[in-house]
């Protein structure tokens, strides 16, 4: 039996010991959440500012989640896709509401981020009928790691090693319309693009370059896909980023990848096509998964819709997000805030610690903040979260950017 509830740590070396090293060495020892906070095996409270990479977005067993989770677990658990279940036609019922999505759209469910894009990518080899090799993403794009999706993914240190990828995908330089312009012709299947780009700091696009990748797209008869994974399910005050029209310029995309805060802790993923002529890119028997649009999950996702919809989170996710800009903004080290709502890059200026010791003093002071480059602190709390809570967070941040 492991020790680690004595605070000797052991729990380092047994993770070490049976655990695979790509996540590195972990650092907390978690054992219990509730709402905006966790604990770890010795008992000590952290503020989750990160709330599992903008998963948990009604916070940490959140009753309505629990009850949702609980009460599916004892009824039904798992079929297989030869059938179909209550839970898994009203969440694709909700989630064709809430993208106020055309006749003919359609939901595939999987259970990841990685697995919504490949699907994604599998629809974009059909797009034109097939035969169109190209397939573009944008410098910076993070879309996950499984080989498919990870060929997408702009950073090296993640791909190189792992080459050759899927053929014919090709980045673009970030912002570039002219570039994207100069990409894409009638080869080009699909472009791939993050309204706001999260792992490479939360960046959103200058403006004019969504409505750009939509015009050039469909002048060429290519796919747009949007990958909505970490952006979408009320992060930026609307259901999804692109919704927004500060962030989406009215675009209307081919195909919509959600995963992370949609589950709102349990793995689910969706690829979402938008009107008939997207839905056929596949057909019966093209594509499949064992464990994808399974009765918890979906009972879980379609919990936290209507949870969102209740507590009015993407109106407090919009106006919460606003004063925190400006709070941070103002905080001695702070050189500039990126992102929407609740999905925020806090840019340190020069002189401030690297985003890595940064964190590592937050988490020692009892704050949970993902150093996402060496510059930038990611922020992407559960959308529940309270200013009354977030404000320690605010106190401690100066001295939290002071050397020592
Ligand atoms: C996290 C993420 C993914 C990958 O999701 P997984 O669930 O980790 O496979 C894909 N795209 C974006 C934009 C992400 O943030």
């Not at 299947?189 to 490479?200: D, K, M, N, R, T």
């Not at 399974?294 to 949870?307: E, G, R």
Request: glycine share 12%.
């Amino acid at each position: 039996m492991s020790e680690a509830t004595t605070g000797t740590a052991t729990w380092r070396d047994d993770f070490s010991r049976v655990l695979s090293p790509v996540f590195g060495t972990p650092q907390l020892d978690i054992v219990r959440g509730r709402g905006s906070y966790v604990w770890d095996a010795d008992g000590k409270q952290y503020l989750d500012l990160l709330a599992g990479i903008a998963v948990n977005a009604l916070g940490h067993c959140h009753p309505a989640w629990v009850k949702a989770v609980s009460e599916q677990a004892a009824t039904l658990g798992h079929i297989s896709n030869f059938f179909t279940s209550p839970p898994q036609i009203a969440l694709a019922e909700k989630i064709h509401e809430i993208l106020d999505l055309p006749e003919g759209s359609a939901v595939f469910l999987s259970n990841s981020g990685a697995e919504a894009n490949e699907a994604a990518l599998k629809m974009a080899r059909r797009a034109g009928g097939g035969g169109r090799p190209i397939i573009i993403a944008v410098d910076g794009a993070f879309h996950g790691r499984t080989m498919g999706a990870l060929s997408l993914t702009a950073k090296a240190a993640y791909r190189e090693p792992f080459a050759p990828g899927v053929p014919g995908v090709v980045h673009v330089p970030y912002g570039d319309v002219d570039a994207l312009a100069a990409a894409i012709n009638d080869t080009t299947a699909a472009v791939f693009i993050e309204p706001i780009q999260g792992e490479v700091g939360v960046r959103t696009h200058p403006a004019g370059y969504l409505r750009a990748a939509r015009e050039l797209t469909s002048a060429a008869g290519a796919l747009l896909i949007l990958d909505e994974v970490q952006s979408g399910i009320g992060r930026t005050g609307t259901w999804f980023a692109h919704q927004d029209p500060a962030i989406g310029e009215g675009v209307v995309p081919d195909i919509i990848t959600s995963a992370k805060g949609l589950g709102g802790g349990m793995p689910i993923g969706a690829t979402i096509t938008v009107g008939t002529e997207n839905t056929g890119l596949l057909s019966a028997g093209q594509h499949g998964t064992t464990f994808g649009g399974n009765p918890i999950a979906c009972a879980a996702a379609l919990a936290v819709l209507t949870t969102i919809e209740t507590e009015g989170l993407l109106d407090r996710a919009g106006r919460l997000g606003e004063q925190l800009r400006t709070e941070l903004a103002g905080v001695p080290g702070v050189a500039g805030v990126t992102g929407q709502g609740l999905l925020l890059g806090v840019e340190l200026a020069g002189d401030s610690p690297d985003a890595k010791a940064v964190a590592a003093r937050a988490l020692e002071a009892g704050f949970i903040v993902n150093p996402v480059t060496p510059e930038r602190l990611r922020l992407a709390p559960p959308l529940t979260i309270t200013h009354e809570e977030i404000a320690p967070f605010l106190t401690a941040l100066p001295d939290l950017l002071t050397h020592d």
